[in-house]
Nanobody, 120 residues
Framework: QVQLVESGGGLVQTGGSLRLSCAAS????????MGWYRQAPGKEREFVAA????????YYTQSLKGRFTISRDNAKNTVYLQMNSLKPEDTAVYYC?????????????WGQGTQVTVSS
């Protein structure tokens, strides 16, 4: 069972930046594809970004490409989401996800989420 713990969320002004982190409990973390989803109030959960086990392939929802960057450090069992030029519409709970077999899901493991609030 993989446990995922997100951190780094908070309140930021429009145009600001945040870096989310997700620490995984699994010793074989480097075997897992990792990703991020988000869910804004009153909206469906949406895919944000994903990265393959080695970090050589990354995937983004088109509207976020260029502002968000996913990366991973397998030595630290951690995946990151760097978010720049944040907008109020980026306000959401951000979830870390993991899967052993699929870069783009479906994901077997989900974290509890971290709140990101962007003020206008």
């Amino acid at each position: 069972q993989v446990q995922l713990v997100e951190s780094g969320g908070g309140l930021v002004q429009t145009g600001g930046s945040l870096r989310l982190s997700c620490a995984a409990s699994e010793r074989t973390f480097s075997s897992y594809a990792m990703g991020w989803y988000r869910q804004a109030p009153g909206k469906e959960r949406e895919f944000v970004a994903a990265i393959n086990w080695s970090g050589t392939s990354t995937y983004y929802t088109q509207s976020l490409k260029g502002r968000f960057t996913i990366s991973r450090d397998n030595a630290k069992n951690t995946v990151y989401l760097q978010m720049n030029s944040l907008k109020p519409e980026d306000t959401a709970v951000y979830y870390c996800v993991a899967d052993l077999n699929h870069d783009l899901g479906p994901y077997d493991y989900w974290g509890q989420g971290t709140q990101v609030t962007v003020s206008s």
